[in-house]
């Protein structure tokens, strides 16, 4: 995943680009970066590695060597980015959020001649910002170059040019992620995340359609190239990646999880009663705010078991090993021993993917004393890698739980009823959440279903993006 911030105004941004670029630092682990431009001074950049030290503490050295009226800013968990670019288009720099599926086959498609080369990465792989740079300089200008990028790459690139004439946004071409556009009364900003430029002056203006190209100035934004009909914006921007301050498609994150709670429980209760629990709770800290509805609407109390130790470990993705990340974890968790010995806990997490963290979490209330710990998913039964941004991203499907649970239960078989596994009220649903409590150490097992899901996101549920849980683009 990634985020990206950008600011263009009368005045000097960058103060704004820089904390606007930190309120991102909850989508990436790896590298941050800053470009800002100045007429007097040109261009000027940083990129500095954000694996270990957050970005703030990185950045904040250069801020006295940094001075520009229009800046952009990224963070992102695979590419080295904003990159300067020099072409026939002009100098401009260049920052993107997404994954490149096809990199490999473009390369080859279009850059496989001598006169082409691309510096690699560690990994040997090529830089998809580079590459997004490359093929929009195919074309006489940007505007085509990005539709151009835009329609021959398979994923999503979502993409932000600085250039001397403003700032150039352009939304992905199924509108997997957000672009949302501030305005002050000295200029304009341009984000991932709303509540970043709220805490910045900005005011919110406009949200970019799906493919929508825009060109922001100091005096304001224009449209250059229109928004498509179709979109498919990611559902786990609301369950997970979102910061709850922040609002999608008119949808506050936080509303939407305290909702998603609620359908939860009301489903549930629809179906018998719940167990006999002392407390709901939720996985700190995403899974809080879906715990609360649950809580609300099932008339169990809510509490905090346990708590999350943040100030050294911000983030529970990093480090890069997963021995450490899974120390890190289990430092991070911190018991309430009041609330959790002799009591009977239904915890409530955003979702389940590998289960990795979620056992030891188990573990760690058991062994502070909880007598039952029972367990909902506030989505459905993940059972596809996102092939489009990096949620759930696995180097095999075999690497999620529902899908090895399968696996044991029925072999290569049951991979071919993942639908039936997916619905708790088939046998089959039944089979799986039965084989997870025992393995886990859960009393029992639930998860939202993809209606409830749907129904507390709240637009069209044609526009919002459920393959991880469909396999259907």
């Known amino acids: 995943m990634g985020g990206f911030f950008g600011a263009i105004s009368k005045r000097d941004v960058v103060l704004d680009v820089f904390f606007g670029t930190d309120y991102h630092s909850h989508l990436g682990t790896r590298r941050g970066g800053m470009a800002v431009y100045d007429a007097e001074g040109g261009f000027h950049r940083q990129i500095h590695n954000i694996e270990n030290t957050p970005f703030r503490t990185k950045f904040e050295k250069d801020l006295s060597t940094f001075r520009g009226q229009a800046g952009i800013g990224c963070i992102s968990d695979t590419d080295p980015q904003p990159l300067l670019v020099r072409s026939h288009l002009g100098l401009y720099a260049i920052s993107t959020v997404g994954i490149i599926n096809n990199a490999e086959e473009l390369v080859e498609r279009y850059f496989s001649d001598h006169g082409h080369q691309f510096m690699a990465m560690s990994s040997g792989k090529v830089n998809a910002t580079e590459l997004v740079a490359a093929l929009i300089n195919q074309k006489d200008d940007l505007v085509s170059g990005i539709r151009c990028a835009q329609e021959q790459i398979e994923g999503a690139m979502t993409i932000l040019i600085l250039t001397p004439g403003g700032i150039i946004a352009a939304r992905d071409r199924l509108g997997r992620l957000p672009v949302l556009v501030g305005r002050s009364e000295d200029g304009c900003c341009v984000s991932f995340e709303s509540f970043a430029y709220h805490k910045l002056g900005y005011q919110d203006a406009y949200e970019l359609g799906p493919r929508e190209i825009v060109r922001l100035t100091p005096e304001g934004w224009e449209t250059l190239a229109p928004a498509g009909k179709d979109m498919r914006i990611c559902a786990f921007l609301w369950t997970y990646y979102g910061y709850p301050n922040s609002r999608y498609e008119g949808v506050n994150v936080e509303l939407m999880r305290c909702r998603n709670g609620e359908i939860m429980a009301r489903d549930e209760l629809a179906r018998g009663p719940l167990p006999e629990v002392d407390c709901v709770a939720g996985v700190p800290d995403s899974g809080l705010p879906h715990a609360i509805g649950f809580a609300n609407r099932s008339g169990k109390p809510f509490a905090r078991p346990f708590v999350k130790y943040t100030p050294t ?13 899974n120390q890190v974890a289990k430092m991070k968790q911190i018991p309430v021993p009041e609330l959790i010995q ?108 993809l209606d409830g899901l749907l129904e507390a996101i709240g637009i069209d549920r044609d526009k919002v993006c459920t393959y991880c849980w469909t396999g259907k683009e």
């Open 313 to 325: 470990w911000p983030r529970s993705f990093m480090p890069a090993n997963q021995a450490v990340r």
């Open 342 to 449: 002799g009591k009977k806990l239904l915890l409530v997490d955003d979702s389940i993917v590998r289960g990795t963290q979620l056992r030891e979490t188990v573990e760690f209330l058991y062994e502070a004393g909880a007598e039952e710990v029972h367990m909902r998913s506030a989505c459905p039964p993940i059972m596809y890698g996102c092939k489009f941004l990096n949620f759930s991203r696995s180097n095999s499907a075999m690497e999620l739980l529902s899908r090895k649970t399968i696996q044991a239960l029925e072999g290569p078989a049951g991979q071919e009823h993942l639908e039936e596994y997916a619905d708790s009220s088939c046998r089959r649903g039944q089979c799986m959440l039965s084989a997870i409590c025992k393995e886990m150490g859960f009393h029992s097992l639930g998860y939202q279903s």
